[in-house]
């Protein structure tokens, strides 16, 4: 998990996969943090995004880094929302109070459960990290 969280934070800006009516949609994050042993994210429960987790938890995301290495996570979301965890968010980035605010009523966190990370260099060597 803490190799796949480096890579996430080395990252900066990953995409995350939902889908709608079986329709795919892809948007760039940038927020990630650890939470419980389990790499965390956020999002307004205001958000289309929102709803693609709550109808479908089956989730994809993507990044790469500097060196072209890529890195593929797939796994089902788990809402882990809660002050503590809000708070925790704030903490990692304190730009995100400029949007949210612990116990604001649509600050959610949430975290890859059952998930698999498949980190691939450009040799095509290849690590698999459980989540």
Do not use: W
């Not at 995350?16 to 948007?27: D, G, I, M, W, Y």
């Amino acid at each position: 998990m803490k190799e796949v969280l480096a890579f996430l934070q080395k990252a900066k800006v990953f995409y995350l996969a939902t889908s709608e009516n079986n329709t795919p949609h892809v948007r760039p994050l940038g927020f990630v943090m650890e939470c419980g042993g389990k790499i965390a994210f956020c999002t307004s429960n205001t958000k289309p995004m929102f709803k693609q987790l709550t109808d479908n938890p089956k989730v994809e995301i993507a990044a790469i880094d500097e060196n072209a290495n890529t890195l593929r996570i797939c796994g089902t979301v788990k809402f882990a929302t809660t002050p503590e965890t809000q708070k925790k968010a704030l903490d990692v980035m304190p730009d995100l109070a400029k949007i949210y605010s612990v116990g604001d009523g649509k600050f959610e966190i949430f975290y890859i459960d059952e998930g698999k990370a498949i980190c691939s260099s450009m040799a095509g060597d290849k690590q698999e990290f459980s989540l």
